[in-house]
């Protein structure tokens, strides 16, 4: 393999960035109240092999007064510790579901000259937090412990409960996102299941069936996803994937067609409760 890009440098220092924002928040007791969820939960926890540029989070019971800032001192100390000036930016509104916080790296020269990237960039590098302080019903839940920069633990939805926030994503969405659908074919392949009753409240609570009495099972998921499937400009999705990708995961992307993807569906159809 060739050196690493620039791309390929910022990322790695992104993943160090998200890793060490996630043991602080271990620390700071956040996950007695919330969970991790997302892309980045599937690469850091299940070796998802794609990058994911996010902190997605769940609250393990609905409070729309929770705030960031009780977190985010501590997280701001624990960069500080490891040579990172930050500056933390609250970014929610009170009646947001979601609340978001963003983390900017401000002393980017240093910590790309520490990589050793050539030309160096000016631009900061970013980590957003987002936590959805309504979450539907149903999901479930699993305690993991990881080691990198310390020993610490946290919660996370499990792996079901992850493939039925893809699904609701992959149906609602109303714009193409390649990395939906790259996520779909890896949930797959580990013949994932899904937590239907997570799906059912999501599905209820935002999207074209909000607020509708579903009944969703594997036949009204297969059916609706197929309908997607055969709407979706692959090329375009391909796009938006390419650029998380490493050289030997995005070969994956050569097979990308509607074909496949009805394909991957008959093999959830196949296997799934």
């Given at each position: 393999?060739?050196?690493?890009?620039?791309?390929?440098?910022?990322?790695?220092?992104?993943?160090?960035?998200?890793?060490?924002?996630?043991?602080?928040?271990?620390?700071?007791?956040?996950?007695?109240?919330?969970?991790?969820?997302?892309?980045?939960?599937?690469?850091?926890?299940?070796?998802?092999?794609?990058?994911?540029?996010d902190l997605d989070f769940i609250l393990l019971e609905e409070d729309r007064s929770f705030a960031w800032h009780k977190f985010l001192k501590n997280v701001h100390d624990d960069f500080s510790a490891y040579g990172f000036t930050m500056s933390i930016k609250d970014r929610s509104e009170a009646s947001e579901t979601i609340k978001r916080a963003f983390l900017k790296e401000e002393s980017?020269?240093?910590?790309?000259?520490?990589?050793?990237?050539?030309?160096?960039?000016?631009?900061?590098?970013?980590?957003?937090?987002?936590?959805?302080?309504?979450?539907?019903?149903?999901?479930?839940?699993?305690?993991?412990?990881?080691?990198?920069?310390?020993?610490?633990?946290?919660?996370?939805?499990?792996?079901?409960?992850?493939?039925?926030?893809?699904?609701?994503?992959?149906?609602?969405?109303?714009?193409?996102?390649?990395?939906?659908?790259?996520?779909?074919?890896?949930?797959?392949?580990?013949?994932?299941?899904?937590?239907?009753?997570?799906?059912?409240?999501?599905?209820?609570?935002?999207?074209?069936?909000?607020?509708?009495?579903?009944?969703?099972?594997?036949?009204?998921?297969?059916?609706?996803?197929?309908?997607?499937?055969?709407?979706?400009?692959?090329?375009?999705?391909?796009?938006?994937?390419?650029?998380?990708?490493?050289?030997?995961?995005?070969?994956?992307?050569?097979?990308?067609?509607?074909?496949?993807?009805?394909?991957?569906?008959?093999?959830?159809?196949?296997?799934?409760?």
């Amino acid at each position: 393999m060739g050196a690493p890009t620039a791309q390929q440098e910022e990322l790695a220092l992104k993943e160090i960035m998200q890793e060490i924002a996630l043991a602080s928040l271990s620390r700071s007791g956040f996950f007695s109240k919330g969970a991790f969820q997302g892309g980045t939960c599937l690469r850091i926890l299940y070796g998802l092999d794609r990058f994911s540029e996010d902190l997605d989070f769940i609250l393990l019971e609905e409070d729309r007064s929770f705030a960031w800032h009780k977190f985010l001192k501590n997280v701001h100390d624990d960069f500080s510790a490891y040579g990172f000036t930050m500056s933390i930016k609250d970014r929610s509104e009170a009646s947001e579901t979601i609340k978001r916080a963003f983390l900017k790296e401000e002393s980017v020269g240093f910590q790309l000259e520490f990589l050793e990237i050539v030309n160096k960039s000016t631009r900061k590098l970013q980590i957003k937090l987002e936590v959805d302080v309504c979450p539907p019903a149903g999901s479930t839940y699993e305690a993991k412990f990881l080691d990198f920069p310390l020993n610490y633990d946290l919660v996370s939805q499990d792996l079901p409960s992850l493939f039925a926030s893809k699904c609701h994503a992959l149906l609602c969405r109303d714009y193409i996102k390649g990395r939906d659908w790259y996520d779909f074919a890896w949930y797959i392949a580990r013949q994932t299941n899904v937590n239907y009753k997570f799906l059912s409240s999501a599905l209820k609570q935002v999207g074209p069936w909000q607020k509708q009495d579903l009944a969703v099972d594997k036949k009204w998921l297969v059916e609706h996803l197929s309908k997607k499937i055969s709407s979706i400009s692959w090329e375009e999705a391909k796009t938006d994937v390419e650029r998380f990708l490493n050289e030997r995961a995005r070969l994956n992307l050569r097979v990308w067609s509607k074909e496949f993807f009805l394909d991957r569906l008959m093999k959830l159809d196949a296997y799934a409760s």
